[in-house]
């Protein structure tokens, strides 16, 4: 996109999906499991929950900054991703 500046793709993408992080996902995963297994919690209301979850622990695993609350919505996002990638895997209509 601006190879003059110094840009060669996908090269900063491992600095945003840090391998670390995999245990902020499965701590996400599981409250997302836990939320919808709960009668009385809004299944919309589980997105928000996990993605604050994962915020949190970013920022204070790493502190607090604007990457890190970036880090923290994406360990939501594919938290859920995740979950619905293999509930639609497994359900197949």
């Given at each position: 996109m601006y190879p003059d500046k110094?840009?060669?793709?996908?090269?900063?993408?491992?600095?945003?999906?840090?391998?670390?992080?995999?245990?902020?996902?499965?701590?996400?995963?599981?409250?997302?499991?836990?939320l919808k297994r709960t009668p009385f919690v809004p299944d919309w209301t589980i997105i928000y929950a996990?993605?604050?979850?994962?915020?949190?622990?970013?920022?204070?695993?790493?502190?607090?900054?604007?990457?890190?609350?970036?880090?923290?919505?994406l360990c939501g996002a594919f938290a859920v991703y995740g979950h619905q990638l293999v509930k639609q895997t497994a359900r197949r209509d």
């Open positions: 110094g840009w060669d793709g996908f090269a900063e993408l491992p600095v945003w999906l840090d391998p670390q992080l995999t245990g902020v996902v499965i701590a996400c995963w599981c409250l997302g499991i836990a996990v993605t604050a979850l994962a915020v949190v622990l970013v920022g204070t695993a790493e502190g607090w900054s604007a990457r890190s609350a970036i880090r923290g919505i």
